[in-house]
């Protein structure tokens, strides 16, 4: 038996129709892939509305979802890992981003809180490594490296570590080339 479709007018058998449709299954594919195309951005803002409306119940399915299955997770995760790799370098470079301020706070917070153990624990790493770290700074200070300049910047006019700018230090580091420059010549002349 036989059935002609209502797109592109050609009889054809009925296995070629999807059941109660008039369009041949070539002509419904054609439809449904042009229509998709069509309404593409629609349907991304739909669903990024629909993830901005109804974002806690999407965390809390993830998050029953992830209770449940986290042994096939974690087994997934360990044989996949080297897919995500990329992905999370990047997200964690969004994050970082994202969520700066509240870094700098727990961070903050976890300084204040952890005073007494922080200092100590830098102490007896300093006691430890004082030969590296002196040979370290002496390095550091022969090829004017970012993390000297900063300390100097630091330490001789108060700015804050975290306000120093890489502008800032490629200011000084110039300044302090010419400085060399000139105690080498007057040495020089005084020899
Ligand atoms: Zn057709």
Partial sequence: MKKQCTKCGKWKELEEF?????????CAKEYRKKFYAEH??????????????????I????????AEHIKEIKEYVKKNWYKYADKQKEYGRKYKIEHAEEIKERNRKYCAEHAEEIKKRGKKYYAEHADEAKEYELENRAELKDGYIRNGLNKSYGIK????????????REQLMVYRELKQLREAINE
Wanted: hydrophobic fraction near 15%.
């Fill in 18 to 26: 999807y059941r109660l449709n008039n369009q041949c299954r070539e």
């Fill in 40 to 57: 593409i951005d629609e349907r991304k803002e739909y669903r990024r509305k629909y993830r901005i409306e109804h974002i806690d119940e």
């Fill in 59 to 66: 965390k809390e399915t993830n998050r029953k979802y992830r």
């Fill in 161 to 172: 570590k975290s306000q120093i700018t890489p502008e800032m230090i490629q200011d000084k």
